[in-house]
């Protein structure tokens, strides 16, 4: 049941090395030196295979801010790209991005709800790691970081969710309270302050100290698990009691995202959220996965790679548009 609501799972450990200060990333000396250390562990643990070091000054913007719109690196590590750097996996969305707040950040994301993979793929490269590094440590407190609401494990897991009938029937207030009570937090994953593009939203922890690996995942699981019921539940009565206004706000998404020919971003998020509505209940021709991979696609600057040209204002609506257009009639197979 959680496939129609969790399009993804995330987990990202903090890492920070014994003898470099926190800051490392605004001295250029000690940003070398972190990359340098990280690469060079990753390669004598023999963890490095189908890894790619990449140098964030290497990349043009474009490319930079395409890894960050697909989550593969951080927005935060973009500021700091003049000695940022990222040990990225691809094909399994695995990374160890340096020189952002903490000195490592080790992530993996998966598809669905599978908190539990993704935490083994960055445990596995944690324990390479510091087989030939040592780690700022506390034996009452855990991993240090930069952040006090890191320190401890270091682990922030999170589930990102599409709740667009809780959004609906404004029923984010009582989920945030629900969320809360357990340690938890929910926020808007695209979009300014409140506001959530999309209806997507992002549950994790909020704390790390005082609490272990496993107690952090199932927490989250299990209130992954209890909005997906309160989610699916209203979804179910919607169809019982107001079917036609349901498929009615489907279709009228599908028609604008198979026909329009000018997307803003705001548009296509509004409009992405009841395709994808559609596909997970089973009321369009088209898988929920195609239309998770709009995400991508849809935004600024992938929009920009595809074309291999700096887009902007109407035209970058334009493309928009066709690109959609494009990976839909490709999604059912016309």
Known sequence: MTESTVLSSRV????????????????????????????????????????????LSSLTDVQRRSLAESHLISKDLLKESATAAVLLRQEDSLSVMMNEEDHLRIQAIRPGMELLSAASACFRVDDALSRHVVFAFDQQLGYLTACPTNTGTGMRASLLMHLPMLTLCKQMGNVGQIVAKVGLTIRGVYGEGAEALGNLYLVSNQVTLGRTEQELISAVTAVGHQLTDMEVSLRSRMLTGSRASLEDTIYRAWGILTNARMLSVKEFFQYW?????????????????????????????????????????????EARADRVRELLSKAIGK
């Open 12 to 55: 990202r450990l903090a890492r920070n090395y014994e003898d470099l200060p926190f800051d490392a990333a605004s001295k250029p000396e000690q940003a070398a030196t972190c990359v340098a250390r990280t690469a060079n562990a990753m390669a004598l643990s023999g963890m490095d295979e189908g890894f790619r070091l990449i140098r």
């Open 273 to 317: 959220s009841g395709v994808r509505l559609g596909a997970a209940m089973g009321v369009l021709p088209v898988e929920a996965s195609a239309v998770d991979a709009l995400l991508d696609e849809g935004q600024d600057a992938h929009l920009m790679a595809y074309a291999e040209s700096a887009l902007e204002g109407a035209a970058l609506n």
